[in-house]
């Protein structure tokens, strides 16, 4: 007590000094404050430009702080050292948009549910299958770009967690892990229409009975659960003439992660029940069939003689 009250009286003695040491106090904090949010940053954020551009943000706010603080001690006009934190925290605050909307995010992520590892989502037109989601970043698993179909590109996609805030996200499994698909074959005229529907409606029943069954249930939940009408969960055949063929249009559900497997496996069992047809079926192609030569008749030198006369 001694002590203090000695320190006390001799601040009040000294009050040049005493602001100098003051002074001293908040610049050493500021500083501390600097290097803590450098090293936090150093270790969260795995993107160097976002961590470079991070570190010198929070540097340039600190170092304007601490001349705040010079002001505000050597000239007088500023004697609330708790507006200069104020300024100090909101510059912060800007700086580090990026990251807070990150955090924000991975929050918003975990509390509304929007996606989960395991799920397969489109997001900031990135496509692949989540495999971690942290703080700051989602990771995935690409799917598409140079391959086709739904197959593994090989690389592994970070994606800040801010961008669920700033567009839509495509969730292929969350609610109904089912997607409707459809590829066209093209029959050609003069094939038997009702028995070519019949065996592609056949196979397409048999191969994803399965798949209707389960979706079924699950699609109830979804209409119970959304404003959304009801809808055909069978596959359905559509049939539009063309110049060159009947065009028959299979449209079907399917597991979102075995499209490409199901429509290989459909087109090989179509293909092979139509060739059993013995021809009453047949699948139409952009080839051109010459079905007759025409004769062609050419006027010898005296039949032209003749005709002249």
């Known amino acids: 007590m001694e002590n203090l009250e000695y320190?006390?009286?001799?601040?009040?003695?000294?009050?040049?000094?005493?602001?100098?040491?003051?002074?001293?106090?908040?610049?050493?904090v500021v500083l501390g404050i600097i290097q803590y949010l450098r090293r936090l940053l150093r270790k969260n954020i795995t993107d160097s430009n976002v961590r470079y551009k991070s570190q010198k943000g929070v540097e340039v706010f600190g170092y304007l702080l601490l001349l705040i603080l010079t002001v505000s001690y050597f000239t007088g006009n500023i004697k609330d050292v708790a507006l200069a934190i104020g300024l100090f925290t909101a510059g912060i605050t800007i700086t580090l948009q990026?990251?807070?909307?990150?955090?924000?995010?991975?929050?918003?992520?975990?509390?509304?549910?929007?996606?989960?590892?395991?799920?397969?989502?489109?997001?900031?037109?990135?496509?692949?299958?989540?495999i971690d989601i942290d703080s700051i970043y989602t990771t995935m698993m690409e799917i598409g770009e140079w391959v086709s179909s739904d197959n593994y590109s090989g690389r592994i996609v970070k994606l800040s967690n801010a961008f669920v805030f700033r567009g839509p996200v495509y969730n292929y499994s969350r609610d109904f892990p089912f997607i409707w698909d459809e590829f066209n074959l093209p029959i050609r005229y003069g094939s038997d229409r009702e028995l070519a529907k019949e065996l592609i409606l056949k196979i397409a029943s048999e191969e994803l009975s399965s798949y209707v069954h389960q979706s079924e249930e699950q699609w109830k939940a979804v209409v119970g659960r959304y404003y959304i009408e009801d809808a055909q969960v069978a596959p359905s055949l559509a049939i539009t003439l063309t110049d060159n063929w009947i065009q028959f249009n299979l449209r079907y559900i399917v597991d979102y992660k075995k499209r490409?497997?199901?429509?290989?496996?459909?087109?090989?069992?179509?293909?092979?029940?139509?060739?059993?047809?013995?021809?009453?079926?047949?699948?139409?192609?952009?080839?051109?069939?010459?079905?007759?030569?025409?004769?062609?008749?050419?006027?010898?030198?005296?039949?032209?003689?003749?005709?002249?006369?």
């Open 7 to 28: 320190l006390s009286q001799w601040m009040e003695a000294h009050p040049t000094a005493a602001a100098l040491i003051k002074y001293l106090f908040w610049a050493v």
């Open 98 to 130: 990026e990251l807070i909307l990150s955090i924000a995010g991975s929050v918003y992520i975990f509390l509304v549910k929007v996606y989960q590892p395991g799920d397969r989502i489109e997001i900031n037109k990135i496509k692949g299958d989540v």
């Open 260 to 309: 490409r497997i199901t429509k290989h496996r459909l087109n090989e069992l179509i293909a092979k029940a139509i060739e059993q047809t013995g021809g009453k079926v047949v699948l139409a192609s952009a080839t051109f069939e010459i079905v007759r030569v025409p004769v062609l008749q050419l006027d010898s030198e005296e039949d032209n003689k003749k005709g002249i006369n």
